[in-house]
């Protein structure tokens, strides 16, 4: 069992940046692949960046790559998501979530995370 709690949200301005960060309790978090979603009013959940297990892999969607770093600590526990030049598209909440690294590959889907965070609010102004 792994238990989630995101912080690190806010209020910002276009093109300031904000840091979130994943506290995961349980044992071998290096086991769980990590990623982060979010979901703007009236829109559909969607993959913001995932990390494996031990940090190798990191992917990124194409909406915020070069904008946005992953990183995980494991000796803390913890994931983070840096977020530079934010804009206002950013805007939605943000879920940190993970899925037991069994098979090769990281994925992108939401069906396949199966820990969820409670999320936290993430607003860019103009």
């Known amino acids: 069992q792994v238990q989630l709690v995101e912080s690190g949200g806010g209020s910002v301005q276009a093109g300031d940046s904000l840091s979130l960060s994943c506290a995961a309790s349980g044992r071998s978090f290096t086991w769980y692949n990590m990623g982060w979603f979010r979901q703007a009013p009236g829109k559909e959940r969607e993959f913001v960046g995932g990390?494996?297990?031990?940090?190798?892999?990191?992917y990124y969607s194409d909406s915020v790559k070069g904008r946005f770093t992953l990183s995980r600590d494991s000796a803390q526990n913890m994931v983070l998501l840096q977020m530079n030049s934010l804009k206002p598209e950013d805007t939605a909440v943000y879920y940190c979530?993970?899925?037991?690294?069994?098979?090769?590959?990281?994925?992108?889907?939401?069906?396949?995370?199966?820990?969820w965070g409670q999320g936290t609010q993430v607003t860019v102004s103009a």
């Open positions: 990390i494996s297990g031990i940090g190798k892999d990191r």
């Open positions: 979530a993970a899925y037991y690294s069994g098979s090769p590959g990281l994925s992108r889907s939401s069906d396949d995370y199966n820990y």
